[in-house]
């Protein structure tokens, strides 16, 4: 079955960054898009960064300027550069990949941003 497995998470003061990466096995598909979703407690999921196999990418407007997302399109890998963390950066990190007839999950990630 597919796993999709996501690393890199943890406590960091404000200002500060991270990397977190997402690799995908047991898939025969290549990705055509992946992506990074975070939800904080009491929140709704929101999309922090896609990307497609092309190397188009988007960003959600409250990460926009500070993360940046790249891929490794071979291995089904995909990273996400945080940079600038702020406290409001704080999330469960998910992994998204979507292949035909399904949606694909990591079982998320905790990033903290605190002093």
């Known amino acids: 079955q597919v796993q999709v497995v996501e690393s890199g998470g943890g406590l960091v003061q404000p200002g500060g960054s991270l990397r977190l990466s997402c690799a995908v096995s047991?898939?025969?598909?290549?990705?055509?898009?992946m992506g990074w979703f975070r939800q904080a407690p009491g929140k709704q999921r929101e999309v922090v960064a896609i990307?497609?196999?092309?190397?188009?990418?988007n960003y959600g407007d409250s990460v926009k300027g500070r993360f940046t997302i790249s891929s490794d399109i071979a291995k089904n890998t995909v990273h996400l550069q945080m940079n600038s963390l702020k406290p409001k950066d704080t999330a469960v990190y998910y992994c998204?990949?979507?292949?035909?007839?399904?949606?694909?999950w990591g079982q998320g990630i905790r990033v903290t941003v605190s002093s």
């Open positions: 990307i497609s196999s092309g190397g188009s990418t």
């Open positions: 047991g898939s025969i598909y290549r990705f055509a898009t």
């Open positions: 998204h990949f979507p292949v035909p007839g399904n949606d694909y």
